[in-house]
Structures are given as structure tokens and as C-alpha cells.
């Protein structure tokens, strides 16, 4: 009986805290601010301070969220370096929250970014300009395999890509493109791939250069149909001397042996975490 009591005030416990956990607030975003960011839908410019001096700008709301979960609750940028001034190559950097979470953590960092959706570039030029920090830029481009231009269909959220979509809806335009494999001739402390499918195409023309990249983070987005591409991915990365570590980015199917019926983009959303010893 007395174990049993134990285990019974254990589970309340449990359940308590678990009621009461708002990890949100390690970004000064309380209990009831993240319930109603997370259901707030309307595209309205909107503001929130973090630390008292860091201003954000930001649309979608439970977008931001998550960039906000992945950057400084569960930190997946977070490295090691022995550099006083790491050199970091953001690509895809929405509104600016990964390079945030960058000067925050590694003050005197070299952080290059690239944004090519026009609305959330707005957004991240205007943050930048309030934060103030040294050593940091961000250009409106696609990052891609040539220095050309390229169609882009413009979402102003996380999902906005090269070549995406086919609908007559879809608001595509002719962007500028940066070519990542020319950004590499020198010695990369953390390289950021977070471009919504066109991963594959650029590693597979900067592979040759990744010898000089320590750390290295790549969103996979893949379907069934080319499973291809995410092996040749793993095959760069050996061949660059790079370990791996793999965590599913977003879960799609919660029966993949059961689910048939494609649900969305991608079949595949994976962070794909590569370093060195």
C-alpha cells in the first residue's frame, strides 16, 4: 500500500507540472501568450521583446512558435567551436530568429544570411536594423547552383520555395539566386540548409566544399518517390568525413506502414544534424 500511495503522488505530480510547464518562457513568452499566439491566425504584423532589448517583428504566429521551440527551447543550432569569431551561412532565414538565436549565443559571430521570400525579408531587415548587431548581414537571394535567377513561389512563411506548387494560385515570381558553393572558400564554423526541398540539388554541387564546413544542418524535405535523394545526401556527407545525427523534423504520417493517402508536400521532413569530432 505504501508504494502504491507513492506511485499514485508520483503521477499527480507528474501531471501537475506537466499542466503547469510553459518552456516558452526561457523567451519571455508566458502560459497565456502561448495559447493565444498558438491559435492566432490573422497575418497582421505583430511584436514581441525578448530579453528587454530584442524586439521581433513576426506575422504568423504559430509559425514563430516553432521557430521559437526549435531555436531556443530545444537550441538544434547550438555548437561547439574553439573560433573567437565563428563564420555561420544562414541559409533560409525567415524573419531573422535563427540569427538571433545565433548573436545570442556566439556574440561576436560572422553570420551571413539568405532570405528570399520579399515579405518575411521585410520583416528580418527591419529586425536586423533594431537589434543592431556587428558582423551580420542577410540578402534578399535564393540560395541555389548558379548565381542566375529562378521561379519562386512566395508563401511569407517557413514554406515559401523554389519551384513549388503548380497551382494557378500559387504566387510565384523570378528571384535572385546566390550559388552556396562559391560562399565556401574558406573555413565554415556552422552551415545552416533549411531551403524547403532544393537541399539536395545544392549539396550535391557544393560537395567537393563541404571539407571546409565543421558543422552543418540540413532540413530534408522528400517524398516516396525520390528516397533517392536523401541517400545521396547521407552519401555527401560521408564522403565529407562528416557523423550524423538524425531527428524527424515534422511528423507526416502517424502510421507510415497504414498511410497511403499523401497529406501534404512532402512524405519526408527530416533535421539532419553533421559535424566533426
Known amino acids: 500500500m505504501p508504494q502504491l500511495l507513492a506511485n499514485l503522488g508520483k503521477g499527480i505530480n507528474k501531471r501537475v507540472k506537466k499542466l503547469f510547464y510553459h518552456p516558452y518562457g526561457v523567451f519571455n513568452i ?25 524586439k521581433i517583428g513576426f506575422r504568423d504566429a504559430p509559425v514563430f512558435l516553432i521557430s521559437i521551440n ?3 527551447i530545444n537550441e538544434f543550432y547550438k555548437f561547439r567551436t574553439n573560433s573567437d569569431r565563428p563564420k555561420i551561412i544562414d541559409c533560409g532565414s525567415y524573419i531573422g530568429t535563427s540569427i538571433l538565436y545565433f548573436k545570442d549565443n556566439y556574440p561576436d559571430a560572422v553570420v551571413t544570411g539568405f532570405e528570399p521570400d520579399e515579405k518575411n525579408f521585410s520583416i528580418i531587415k527591419s529586425n536586423l536594423e533594431a537589434w543592431n548587431f556587428s558582423d551580420t548581414k542577410v540578402i534578399n537571394a535564393a540560395i541555389w547552383i548558379n548565381n542566375e535567377s529562378i521561379s519562386f513561389n512566395s508563401k511569407g512563411n517557413m514554406a515559401s520555395r523554389i519551384e513549388a506548387g503548380t ?14 558553393k562559391d560562399l565556401l572558400n574558406e573555413e565554415i564554423d556552422f552551415l545552416k540548409i533549411d531551403i524547403e526541398g ?4 545544392v549539396l550535391k554541387d557544393c560537395s567537393d566544399n563541404l571539407l571546409k564546413v565543421k558543422n552543418l544542418f540540413v532540413e530534408y524535405h522528400g517524398t ?16 565529407n568525413k562528416f557523423k550524423y545525427y538524425i531527428k524527424e523534423g515534422s ?8 498511410d497511403r493517402v ?3 508536400d512532402y512524405d519526408i521532413i527530416l533535421n539532419i544534424f553533421a559535424f566533426r569530432d
Not at 532544393?198 to 540539388?201: F, G, N, Q, S, V
Not at 516516396?224 to 564522403?239: A, G, H, P, Q, W
Not at 511528423?251 to 497504414?258: D, E, M, S
Open 262 to 264: 499523401k497529406i501534404g
Open 167 to 180: 497551382n494557378e494560385n500559387d504566387n510565384k515570381k523570378e528571384v535572385k539566386c546566390v550559388r552556396l
Open 251 to 258: 511528423p507526416v504520417y502517424g502510421k507510415p506502414f497504414w
Open 198 to 201: 532544393a537541399e539536395h540539388a
Open 224 to 239: 516516396y518517390s525520390e528516397i533517392y535523394k536523401l541517400n545521396e545526401i547521407l552519401d555527401i556527407l560521408v564522403r
Open 30 to 54: 508566458g502560459w497565456t501568450k502561448e495559447k493565444i499566439l498558438k491559435h492566432q491566425t490573422n497575418q497582421k504584423l505583430k511584436y514581441h521583446i525578448y530579453k528587454n532589448k530584442y
Open 70 to 72: 526549435e531555436l531556443f
